[in-house]
C-alpha cells in the first residue's frame, strides 16, 4: 500500500516536471527574437550597433516577453493550484487570451525599466546619491513586475485594479515582496552558474513557479487574517447589541 503510494506521488512529480518542462521550452521557443538580440548585444564591440540592437531589444520585450512570460504564470498557476490537466494548448490559449494586456502592460513597464536604465548610466558619474536612488527604483519596478505577473494570473479583474492591488501588496508586505524578487534572483544566479544549458532550460520556469507559489502563500495568509478580523469584528459588534 505504501509502495503504491510512493509510486504514484513519484509519478505525478515526475510528470508536473515534464510538464514543467515543455512549457519552458515553449517560452524559449517564444522568446527566440530576445535571446538572439541580448546574445547580439553581448558580443558586439562596435558602439554603433548598440543603437541599433539597443531599440530593437526594447521592441521586442511588449512584443514576445510579457506576453509569454505572463503566459508562463498563468500554466504554473493552473499547475500549483492543481487545475486539472495542462498541455501547450493551454499555455496557448493564455498566450493568446491575454496578449493586448499584457503588450499594453509590457510597453509601460519596459518604459520604467529603460527610464531607470537611463538614470543609472547617467548618474553613475554625477552623483552617487542619484546612482542610489536610481538603484533603488530599479530595485522597486523589478519587484513590481513580479508581483503583477502573479495578479495578472490569479484575477480576472481590469488593470487598473491589478495595479492598484499590487501596489499595495509590494507595500504592505514589503519584506515578502523583496524575499520574492530576492529568491528569484538566486534562482537565476544559481542556475547560471552551475551551466548555460541549466539556465536556459530550467530558471525561467523555475522563478516563476517560486515567484507564484511564494505569493500564493502570502495570499492565502492574507485572506485567512481578514476573515479572523471579520469574525472578531461581528462577534464584538454581536456582545456590543
Given at each position: 500500500m505504501a509502495k503504491g503510494k510512493f509510486y504514484f506521488t513519484l509519478y505525478e512529480l515526475s510528470d508536473k516536471l515534464t510538464t514543467l518542462f515543455l512549457f519552458n521550452l515553449f517560452w524559449l521557443m517564444l522568446n527566440i527574437p530576445?535571446?538572439?538580440?541580448?546574445?547580439?548585444?553581448?558580443?558586439?564591440?562596435?558602439?554603433?550597433?548598440?543603437?541599433?540592437?539597443?531599440?530593437?531589444?526594447?521592441?521586442?520585450?511588449?512584443?514576445?516577453?510579457?506576453?509569454?512570460?505572463?503566459?508562463?504564470?498563468?500554466?504554473?498557476?493552473d499547475l500549483i493550484l492543481d487545475k486539472g490537466s495542462l498541455t501547450l494548448k493551454s499555455?496557448?490559449?493564455?498566450?493568446?487570451?491575454?496578449y493586448k494586456e499584457s503588450f499594453l502592460t509590457g510597453i509601460m513597464l519596459t518604459g520604467a525599466l529603460v527610464g531607470v536604465g537611463v538614470g543609472l548610466f547617467y548618474s553613475w558619474s554625477i552623483s552617487f546619491m542619484m546612482f542610489t536612488i536610481f538603484l533603488v527604483l530599479l530595485f522597486y519596478v523589478l519587484t513590481m513586475i513580479i508581483q503583477l505577473f502573479s495578479f495578472q494570473a490569479h484575477f480576472n479583474m481590469p488593470v487598473w485594479w491589478k495595479f492598484k492591488r499590487m501596489h499595495q501588496l509590494v507595500f504592505a508586505k514589503i519584506l515578502y515582496s523583496i524575499s520574492s524578487l530576492l529568491v528569484v534572483l538566486l534562482?537565476?544566479?544559481?542556475?547560471?552558474?552551475?551551466?548555460?544549458?541549466?539556465?536556459?532550460?530550467?530558471?525561467?520556469?523555475?522563478?516563476?513557479?517560486?515567484?507564484?507559489?511564494?505569493?500564493?502563500v502570502q495570499y492565502n495568509k492574507m485572506m485567512r487574517l481578514r476573515k479572523q478580523t471579520s469574525k472578531r469584528l461581528d462577534t464584538s459588534e454581536f456582545l456590543e447589541v
Open positions: 530576445v535571446i538572439l538580440l541580448t546574445m547580439q548585444i553581448l558580443v558586439v564591440t562596435q558602439l554603433g550597433s548598440y543603437y541599433i540592437l539597443g531599440p530593437l531589444l526594447i521592441w521586442t520585450l511588449p512584443v514576445f516577453f510579457y506576453p509569454s512570460t505572463q503566459a508562463l504564470f498563468c500554466v504554473v498557476r499555455f496557448w490559449t493564455y498566450f493568446i487570451t491575454n534562482i537565476l544566479y544559481a542556475t547560471f552558474e552551475m551551466s548555460l544549458f541549466i539556465f536556459v532550460l530550467a530558471a525561467p520556469v523555475a522563478s516563476v513557479y517560486s515567484a507564484f507559489f511564494l505569493f500564493k
